[in-house]
């Protein structure tokens, strides 16, 4: 059973970085055949996906945050993470990672972490 | 871009069917999936590419795609099915989710 934690400052100050990082484990990170994403969700609001990350580097990033985006990846300490950058309140909203998997022309998320809130506030 | 766009609610009494669409232009060909969120929960899969169902899924849960529309259906629906709904396909290297469907059971 493939467990994902995210970790990282609950609040930031507007026009700062964003940083979070998720661990992953019970389950290998470097497995070609999944992929590591970023989703968030404003408070009693819908799904954002953020982005995507392969442990090869490869990335697919949402564009509408694409400019303010940067995702990594760590294979030796089973991590990945979020960079974004310019925050302001618009940010504020539960962000959770997540694994997620191809098949044909489709893909889907089959394991989320339990989410960790991220507040923009002076 | 691309959008999906569902009902904002649902009702449905118990040990009825419920149906949840999922529009979006040419949708039926692309794969669509659909997750369950729980409040104050994470989001769970239930349907991945059109019509079939993770293990741990009950069979009430199906789904189908075709045209411009996918649907969630359940049937025989049950108090613990009460969620909010969300659809999500794959189009121009980007994952969509649609809006979410509030499904109250009652």
């Known amino acids: 059973q493939v467990q994902l934690q995210e970790s990282g400052p609950g609040l930031v100050k507007p026009s700062q970085t964003l940083s979070l990082t998720c661990t992953v484990s019970?389950?290998?990170?470097?497995?070609?055949?999944?992929?590591w994403s970023w989703i968030r969700q404003p408070a009693g609001k819908g799904l954002e996906w953020i982005g995507r990350?392969?442990?090869?580097?490869?990335?697919n990033y949402n564009p509408s945050l694409k400019s303010r985006l940067t995702m990594s990846v760590d294979t030796s300490k089973s991590q990945f993470s979020l960079k974004l950058s310019s925050v302001t309140a618009a940010d504020t909203a539960m962000y959770y990672c997540?694994?997620?998997?191809?098949?044909?022309?489709?893909?889907?998320?089959?394991?989320w972490g339990q989410g960790t809130l991220v507040t923009v506030s002076s | 871009s691309y959008e999906l766009t569902q009902p904002p609610s649902v009702s449905v009494s118990p040990g009825q069917t419920a149906s949840i669409t999922c529009s979006g232009d040419?949708?039926?060909?692309?794969?669509a999936c659909w997750y369950q969120q729980k409040p104050g929960q994470s989001p769970m899969v239930v349907i991945y590419?059109?019509?079939k169902r993770p293990s741990g899924i009950p069979e009430r849960f199906s789904g189908s795609n075709s045209g411009n529309t996918a649907t969630l259906t359940i049937s025989g629906t049950q108090a613990m099915d009460e969620a909010d709904y969300y659809c999500?396909?794959?189009?121009?290297?980007?994952?969509?989710f649609g809006g979410g469907t509030k499904l109250t059971v009652l």
């Open positions: 019970s389950g290998s990170i470097s497995s070609s055949i999944y992929y």
């Open positions: 990350i392969y442990t090869s580097g490869s990335t």
């Open positions: 040419k949708l039926g060909d692309k794969y």
């Open positions: 999500q396909a794959w189009d121009s290297s980007t994952v969509v």
């Open positions: 590419q059109d019509t």
């Open positions: 997540a694994r997620g998997l191809n098949y044909g022309s489709g893909t889907y998320i089959d394991y």
